[in-house]
């Protein structure tokens, strides 16, 4: 089943305090009404002004609904959004780059390879022919095979926290500390386990972050592998990192992904040769 259902449920969201049922329940709605017509528009202009009539709401006022239902800013979940469709047309249709880029929206070549080599980590060539290569139980086995070595040069110290997911899931789960609650751009410090359970990010720069995690199902297929729609999701933070130290939730529980998550961009398998090379056990 599609997780991206209207009436899908909302991860995280509780009323504010002396709000009634009925209000929580009314910018829900909205926001699910716009989510849906972004889903339907991604190749054209759609203003904030447009999303905003659509909720029935002042622009400044479904900005901040928005955020407080999904997390980020609107423009910026669309964003990923477009990012996504650009992923799947690379890798399910022969358009050339040039074409996916107008399919998405984007009108300038250039602005659409420099986003989307920053948010998904390499260029679109690049992660078109990553398909052709990918294969997630082989990298899951040779991760597992580095468990020992990894555990006495790379899990020593940093950021520790443990993941719980549904009972039954064999694959293997990401684990990333971003600046926003949404999995673009490289993190600031990752870990993959093969299971569920601890993991540990090294120290990195001072500073607010959330810990994103997601879980994939053992398969070698590449299209599942590098678009993730059935990946489980889960999140935790914000958490401040200061000296090396940090506070606040790193635990993280996996589930199913709903209308209101945003889109993973970010290509798991690249970030995870880059975190086996970085131990010099494989190249690039």
Known sequence: MNAFQEGATIPFQQ???GGRACTVATRTKAVERVILEMRNRLGEPFSLQEMAEIAIMS????????????GIPPRLFLGALRLEAAKRLLLTTPLNVIDVCCEVGYDSLGT???????FVGLPPTSFRQMAERVGLSAFASQFESERDYLG???????????ISAPGGFDGLIFVG??????????????????S???YCIRPVPDGLYYVMAAALNNTNDPMSTLLTDNA???KAGPLRVE????TGPADVTLREASLFDPPIIVALPFLLTQRLAATNRIAV
């Open 112 to 118: 659409f390879t420099s986003r989307f080599t920053d």
């Open 177 to 194: 500390l971003f600046q926003l609650p949404v999995s673009q751009t490289r993190p600031a410090g990752c870990d993959f386990l093969t």
């Open 243 to 246: 000296d090396g130290m940090f």
């Open 59 to 70: 622009p400044y006022h479904f900005n901040r609904v928005f955020h407080d239902v999904v």
């Open 15 to 17: 009323p504010s305090v």
């Open 232 to 234: 489980l999701r889960g």
């Open 196 to 198: 569920p359970g601890e």
């Open 152 to 162: 006495s040069s790379l899990r020593q110290v940093g950021l520790t926290g443990r």
